[in-house]
């Protein structure tokens, strides 16, 4: 599997930006993934941002980022989103999407066996 990760950039605080994942698999097998987006400050451990089941139908969110970012999947276009609102300078970090092999969603790291590359988005105060 591999994941193509985009949609990063520079924003100023209070914007929003829309991110993407495009998973390189069939449709059939898109589904069979959980899907995350995580991110890594300079410095900083990697943390989840996001989580979503096969089926959209339940999702997590880490504390922070609840009720400013939403995640979304497309099945049929193999590909899951990341909507950022009401961003902060502390949002700043390198992106990435993650598929794991489970029908639920799941919350380490170690869960998930597919990493995109990364995409960066920056936050100006």
């Known amino acids: 599997v591999q994941l193509q990760a985009y949609g990063g950039g520079l924003v100023q605080a209070g914007g929003s930006l829309r991110l993407s994942c495009t998973a390189s698999?069939?449709?059939?097998?898109?589904?069979?993934?959980?899907m995350g987006w995580f991110r890594q400050a300079p410095g900083k451990e990697r943390e989840i941002v996001a989580a979503?089941?096969?089926?959209?139908?339940?999702?997590y969110y880490a504390d922070s980022v609840k009720d400013r970012f939403t995640i979304s999947r497309d099945n049929a276009k193999n590909t899951v989103y990341l909507q950022m609102n009401s961003l902060k300078p502390e949002d700043t970090a390198v992106y990435y999407c993650a598929a794991g092999l489970s029908m639920r969603v799941v919350i380490p790291t170690q869960e998930y066996d597919y990493w995109g590359q990364g995409t960066l988005v920056t936050v100006s105060s």
């Open positions: 979503i089941n096969w089926n959209g139908r339940t999702t």
């Open positions: 698999v069939s449709e059939r097998s898109f589904s069979s993934y959980v």
